[in-house]
Each structure stands twice: as structure tokens, then as C-alpha cells.
């Protein structure tokens, strides 16, 4: 029988399929047991999840041979050492052998054992040790689990699952995955970032989908809406089409502004860039007539493989990129790894605290040098072919970007003494850690231009998880003081004579462009799959009357008052 229910939707776009169910496997698994024929393969498949975990410790080691700080080095090798400790890896065969645990439930018994021994310690440091066993279990965990291959047959099947990792989304697709639902995530999180990329639809927050959904099930997901329909009827069926054959004469009709400019009403141009993850992206941003590539996501790159990409190879991706978009900027935003973007290199801290506020972005490029270096240097080099920008993530405060300058200065150095002429990038910094928007003035004659990630500086300021669906409606732009930040920020950039744009997926949400306008942006960087629908938003705007009404929106005093104002705006 047909039944329906609303998650959020994600990604954009439509898919009917059937449903390939993933059920979750967190370490918090109740008790399981394994037929006695199975114990031995249940053994071996835990020690080869423990030696997967070993031998990726020592690739990270010896890849980072150099790079890393001694604190860093001790870490790892701390986890070597718990991984090989004979504690851990006897009593987790005893657990499966004597037992007949699974290999998860076995994990999950022994690490509580040895928690109780560490949280009865008195010293500190060893009570810390924790935080330890829980990294190396949970990367034993991961490989017990996480990298399990699709079953085979996905090709055209519609993904269910509690949650998917940035690092899976392309390989879904490519396993020709149509759709995904997923229980948890949001539309903010970078799962959901890179589903819009690859035009994967997505559908995020739909709680009852495990519950409802079984395998085999045809399944129908509306990536705009979010709405899922499970064993869809022949109305639905009908509607289906009707509304692919509408999106098919929409795009069409937008089609036209491609080669016209982004000019409000009254005649001023307004810049629109588009994000990209890849080459494919920036492509079609061109296509699309984007003034440029206003954010180029590199830790896409990181994220797909399990080697760490090297000079080489992110110089390629670079160029190429650069070669997509010619004549016009291409903005590399360095390394933004760590929080929800776990590279499988193993680059990003795991089991940090608090990882949102933890070793992300900027500060982790600072901590592993000859990564960051490499980076550098990939584009600088590709700045040869093409007017090239660099964008520093998470910074918090002015030290930083001198550091970063000093650093890029040197790479341009070592570039040209390689014989290539390039000149230093325009450098800029994202304005995502409340305190850098605050203090904006402080940054501005440090950078060349900034751009405002207001999908962090939103969860930051509001101090809302942009990725905790549970948090709904808490998370929004939509708030007076996110936007009086904006304006202060903006307004710093003009005052400084420093070009600001926001990239953060406010920029894209195709009904805040009179919003944005109102407080003075004049740069939009967006996703390629609305970046006409936001030109043609512009081009039917009056800034004039738009600006005459900023006062007004300043002075909203709640979210329903910035709704009204959005409105009365849209209609004049
Ligand atoms: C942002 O935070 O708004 C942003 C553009 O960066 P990301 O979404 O990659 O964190
Ligand atoms: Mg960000």
C-alpha cells in the first residue's frame, strides 16, 4: 500500500528506484551472537579489521614522515601500540572464540572493560588514555563496518540508511546509486554538500525511513521537498512524470539567461560565482556564465582516496580547473578537513571532544606543515594557467593569515625557482568563527577579500549544530543577529576597500537574494544547480528600493519580522 512521510530535502532532483537498506552498525550494538560455524570467519574478520587499522596507522606515519609536529608523531604511535597491545587483541579473540560475540559486539564488550579500569584511575594522564581506546576502536569499528562494499545489483536502487559519510557519496554514485534517505544528517552538512555536487538526489532527517522502508521496496524521493513515497500508486506515478516534464521546461526557459548579464533592475551588475567540488563543476559553471569560481571545495580530492593526493596530482586538478574557467578566478579554499569531513587518509583528528570547534580547517593545515606546503605549491603552480585565488577556512584570527601569507610567499618562491613565472595570489580569508566577524576590521588589510561561510558562521553564532537535525527550525539564517553581523562584515569590506561574497549556502537559497542584497552584497558564490535561478532572482530586483528598505530589516526583531520584510520585498 502507498504510504508517504517528509524528511528535508538535500540535494535536489528526482528518483524513483528500488530501496537498498543499510541498517546502522554503531559500536552501541546490543548483544549478538555468531552460529559456532561461523566463530573462526568472525575471528578472522576482526583481525583483519585490526591490521587494516594497523597498516593505516603506519601509511599515515610514513606518509607524514616529517610533516608532523612530535606531538602529533607520539599520537600515532600511541595508537600503534594499543592496537598491537595483547590485552586488547587476546581477549577480543577470546570474546568471539569463547563467547561466540560478533566481531562488533566483542569490540563493544571489551572496550567498556577497559574503560571501567581507566575511569577507576586516579592519574589524570592515564584517565585521559580514554579518549585513546575509543579512537583505535572506533577505527577497528569503521573497518569492521564503514568500508563494506555495497551488495552488489545497486546500479538504479535508491540508498536507505541512518547516515552517510562525505567520503561515500561519490563512490555510491559511481556504484550508480540514483537517491539516498538517510534517517539523520541536515541539509548544511557536507554529505548533503556534495550530493548537490554530483546532482545525487538526497534526502535528509526523515526519522521514520528505516522503519518504513524495506529492501526491495520501489521507492519515490523528491530531493526539492523532501517527501519519500514508498510503493508508489498509479496517481503518483502520474504525478511523477508530470513533474519531471515541468523541471525538464524549466530548465529550458532558464537556459536562456545564460548569456545575458546579472544586472539588477536598476542597473547594477552583481557578481555571481559559483562553488565547486571538481572540474565537472566548474565546467559547467561556466557554462552557466558564473563571473568565476567563488569556492573550490579541495578537500574533495582528500576526501575520495585513501592516500593523501601529492603535488602532482592536486597540481592536475588544479590546473584543469583553472583550464575550465578561463580568464576568470578560480578560488582554492585550502584544506577544510576535520569536524564532519573525515578524510580516509586519516588526516583529521578522530574522537576529538568537541570536533566542530576542534583541529579543522586552517589549523590543521598548520599542524601537518608538508601537507599544507605541497598544497600550496599544487596551486601556485596552477596559477600559471589562469587568474587563481586562495581562500583560508576557519580563520579565527589575524596571526593566522600572516602565517598563511609567509607560507604561500614561499611557495611562489620555490614555483619560480623551478622556472615557472607566477605571481602571489590574491590571498583571502572565510569569515565563518564569530569572533573574525566581529573583528573584521582587524583582517581586512591582512587579505586581498574575504568570503562569509555562513553554513558555519550560522552554527557558530547561533551556536546550533548545522549537521543535529534534531535542532530543526533553530538553525537559520533568518535571525537579526546573523544579520546584523552580515551588515557589520559587508561593511567593513567597503569600508576597507575589500571585496566581500558569501559562500555559504545562504548565498544559494534563491529567495534571500533580495535579503542579501538589502544589506549590501554585491558578490554571490552558489552551486552550479541554482546559479540561473539566482541570476534570474536578481535581475528582477530594485536595489535602489531594496536599500531604502535595509534600515527596516535591521531592525527585525525576531525571524517572523525578517519573513514579513523578505516578502513585502518579493513583491515589489
Ligand atoms: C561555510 O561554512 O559556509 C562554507 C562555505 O564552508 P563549508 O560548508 O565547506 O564548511
Ligand atoms: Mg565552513
Known sequence: MTQSFAGHGASRGLALGRARVRLPHALEIGEQHVPAAQVEAEAARLQAALEAARAEMRTLREKLQGALSRDAIEFIDLHALLLDDPELVQALDGLIRQERYSAGYALRVQRDRLAAVFESMDDPYLKARLDDLDHIIGRVNAHLHRREPLPRGTAGEILVCENVAPSEIAQLQAQGVVAIVSAAGSPLSHSAILARSLHLPLVVGAAEALARINDGDVVMVDGDSGRVVVDPDAAELHDYRAREQQEARERRDLERLRSKPTRTR????????????????????????????????????????????????QFLAYRDAVLAMPGRPVTFRTLDLGADKADRAGLALANEDNPALGVRGVRLSLLYDRVFDTQLRAIVRASAYGPVRVLVPMVACREELVIVRRRLARAVASVRRHGVAVEPPPLGAMIEVPAAAIGVHGLADAVDFLSVGTNDLVQYLLAVDRNNDALGDLYSPLHPGVLRLLAHVIGAGVQHGVPVAVCGEMAGDV???????????????????????????????????????????LQARDRRAIERWLAAATQT
Not at 562553488?275 to 569556492?295: C, K, M, P, Q, T
Open 266 to 313: 536598476d542597473g547594477i551588475d552583481i557578481a555571481v560565482y559559483a562553488n565547486a567540488e571538481s572540474r565537472e563543476d566548474v565546467a559547467r559553471a561556466h557554462a552557466l556564465g558564473a563571473a568565476g569560481v567563488g569556492l573550490y571545495r579541495t578537500e574533495f580530492l582528500f576526501l575520495q582516496s585513501e592516500q593523501l593526493p601529492d603535488e602532482e596530482e
Open 511 to 553: 529567495r534571500l537574494a533580495p535579503l542579501l542584497l538589502a544589506l549590501g552584497l554585491r558578490e554571490f558564490s552558489l552551486h552550479p544547480a541554482n546559479l540561473l535561478e539566482l541570476r534570474r532572482a536578481i535581475r528582477d530586483c530594485d536595489l535602489a528600493a531594496l536599500q531604502a528598505g535595509a534600515p527596516k530589516l
